[in-house]
């Protein structure tokens, strides 16, 4: 069995997001999305207001990743971004990290097949699926 490497696309969303601006930031994240499997984090450390058009862009972007199988997460939301997801109820389509490192490190770890998945109760150790006697 062989793995393909990942590449991570870490891109700085804008201080600003208007229709224009959302616009142009699709053009340029264009490359990176129109892969197998793009696996983009979107920087939102300096985004000022999460309004309207930047949930908008937010979701626009999910949306062409998902087309392919890929997948947005964002990294670095202020207190008030965060709370207006909250609010918008489209928080939860994202995973959300504190830091761009550990968005673009849950890109890279890969799950393990559920049968090598390992569940350790007090004192036991089985794998998930077996029946205990």
């Keep these: 069995m062989s793995l393909r490497s990942r ?9 600003m997001v208007d229709k224009k601006q959302a616009c142009l930031f699709l053009r ?10 793009p696996s983009i984090v979107l920087d939102c450390s300096r985004l000022l207001r ?11 972007c ?30 939860r389509l994202f995973e959300v990290f504190d ?3 550990d968005a673009v490190n849950s890109f890279l770890h890969l799950p393990l097949h559920p049968a090598l998945q390992v569940y350790a109760p007090p004192g036991k150790l089985h794998r998930t699926g077996e029946n205990e006697a």
């Design 62 to 91: 999910l949306e062409e990743a998902m087309k392919r199988n890929g997948d947005i997460k964002l990294a670095v939301l202020s207190a008030d971004t965060k709370s207006m997801l909250e609010l918008n109820g489209v928080i």
């Design 28 to 37: 340029e994240l264009e490359s990176c999305i129109n892969v197998d499997r």
């Design 99 to 101: 830091t761009k490192v």
């Design 50 to 60: 999460m309004d309207l058009p930047a949930v908008q862009l937010l979701l626009n």
């Design 7 to 15: 590449t991570v696309v870490v891109r700085q969303l804008p201080e």
